[in-house]
Nanobody, 130 residues
């Protein structure tokens, strides 16, 4: 069964850190570009970061640059999102998604277009208290 499972969310105070994991089963993550998204209550799902599968290039939305780091461990078939200096506005459900890169990416970000992702996880809640 093909599956993406996020973990590592939780409640943290502002300024704290969390590391989210996105573990794949049923397919090999290093064949896919991976994106992290988040959705806060009443807001649209927002692309946070992505990592390419060929050259490892990365993208971050401006609001997390310098604070979040995406990385992949192909041996563990897992992608991570290290989140430091967390702010209350980072509170959201975080999702990872995998794309086989069989369609052109978003030219502005070089991330896969949101609707092109092949697989999605179920999400993990991140809550940052002030």
């Amino acid at each position: 069964e093909v599956q993406l499972v996020e973990s590592g969310g939780g409640l943290v105070q502002a300024g704290g850190s969390l590391r989210l994991s996105c573990a794949a089963s049923g397919f090999t993550l290093d064949d896919y570009a991976i994106g992290w998204f988040r959705q806060a209550p009443g807001k649209e799902r927002e692309g946070v970061s992505c990592i390419d599968n060929s050259d490892g290039s990365t993208y971050y939305v401006d609001s997390v640059k310098g604070r979040f780091t995406i990385s992949r461990d192909n041996a563990k078939n897992t992608v991570y999102l290290q989140m430091n200096s967390l702010k209350p506005e980072d509170t959201a459900v975080y999702y990872c998604a995998a794309d086989s890169q069989d369609t052109p990416p978003d030219i502005a970000t070089m991330c896969p277009l949101r609707d092109e992702y092949d697989y999605w996880g179920q999400g993990t809640q991140v809550t940052v208290s002030s």
